[in-house]
Nanobody, 118 residues
């Protein structure tokens, strides 16, 4: 059974940095897209950054130049390096992977809280 486990997150002051990591385990053939999403309290979940199997990346306008997504195919991991953090980056962050098992499915991590204080 496929499982995504996140690590990292926590509390930091504005201007600081954090790194999130997400690792996939279980039986599967291929990981397609990987991405990070976030959901501030009382708001909808939104895409932060994504990376394709070919290494193409995309970012939300609000994080361009500050966040970087890293994909490690042999380790089945995706990291999100977050620099120059702002209070508005405060949210629960979720990783998502589109994985081919016997079908193509989306899997989500359990979520990790990131809190940025001013």
């Amino acid at each position: 059974q496929v499982q995504l486990v996140e690590s990292g997150g926590g509390s930091v002051q504005a201007g600081g940095s954090l790194r999130l990591s997400c690792a996939a385990s279980g039986g599967f053939f291929r990981i397609n897209e990987m991405g990070w999403y976030r959901q501030p309290t009382g708001k909808q979940r939104e895409l932060v950054a994504g990376v394709t199997s070919g290494g193409d990346t995309n970012y939300a306008d609000s994080v361009k130049g500050r966040f970087t997504i890293f994909r490690d195919n042999p380790k089945n991991t995706v990291d999100l390096q977050m620099d120059s953090l702002k209070p508005e980056d405060t949210a629960v962050y979720y990783c998502k992977m589109t994985i081919s098992t016997w079908s193509r499915e989306d899997f989500w991590g359990q979520g990790t809280q990131v809190t940025v204080s001013s």
